[in-house]
């Protein structure tokens, strides 16, 4: 971001200013909302430095503002996809009614509470009835979910109850296995704890076959490659 002077210095924003003095025209202040909100974005965290006892005008850090907010904006981009039209355009009729496993579909998360990475595996099974849903999809939906703040519980229900919505089928399980950094490295700092979150729906839920049957399937995963 190019700056002249301290921004605490010269007051308000040259933004602020330009938004003042424009006349209101929806698109423009559309955009300048997007501007301003990116702009305050650096802004935010450049006084989080500063709170932090750091100096973010050191060669190492003049650039950080700017890339945090890019790496943030990508790590929640999911708030952006609509999950609903991305299954909708691909689901598909199909006599097929034996248990489909997508397993070890890789997980990267924000926890909501303390804003730091959780990650790990997540699988996801589910028994078709008369419907199914393009392969890639099922990673894709993990993906849009796991992009947003989240807590794995509600990301482990979002997951199962969103493919039940849309493939109306005879059950979903999904089962999330994660590693949290923000118990890893702070509060307890249990550096191996695995928490696992499952949500069983429908036949899964009712049949305890059933479950077992996706249990085994999914025993063993690689969590080493990690
Ligand atoms: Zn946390």
């Given at each position: ?115 730091l990475p959780f ?61 949290h950094l923000c118990?890893a490295m ?41």
């Amino acid at each position: 971001m190019v700056r002249e002077g301290d921004p605490a210095d010269s007051g308000e924003s040259d933004l602020l200013r330009l938004l003042k003095i424009r006349r209101p025209c929806y698109p423009v202040i559309r955009i300048e909302r997007f501007l301003i909100r990116e702009s305050f974005m650096e802004e935010y965290i450049r006084e989080i430095l500063k709170q932090l006892g750091e100096d973010p005008d050191r060669d190492g850090l003049i650039k950080t503002p700017q890339r945090v907010k890019e790496s943030l904006s990508f790590l929640t981009s999911g708030y952006g996809e609509d999950v609903d039209s991305i299954l909708a355009g691909s689901i598909f009729e199909e006599e097929h009614d034996e248990m489909i496993i997508a397993r070890d579909i890789s997980l990267y998360s924000l926890c909501e509470h303390h804003m730091l990475p959780f990650f790990g595996k997540c699988h996801v099974a589910y028994i078709p009835k008369g419907r199914i849903v393009g392969l890639s999809k099922i990673p894709r939906v993990v993906e849009i979910f796991s992009r947003r703040l989240q807590i794995q519980e509600r990301l482990t229900n979002q997951i199962g109850k969103t493919l039940m919505h849309h493939l109306k089928p005879y059950g979903v399980a999904v089962t999330i296995e994660a590693i949290h950094l923000c118990m890893a490295m702070r509060g307890v700092r249990k550096r191996d704890s695995l928490i696992i979150t499952s949500s069983m729906l429908g036949a899964f839920r009712t049949n305890s076959k059933t479950r077992m049957e996706f249990l085994n399937l999914i025993r063993g995963s690689d969590r080493h490659k990690w």
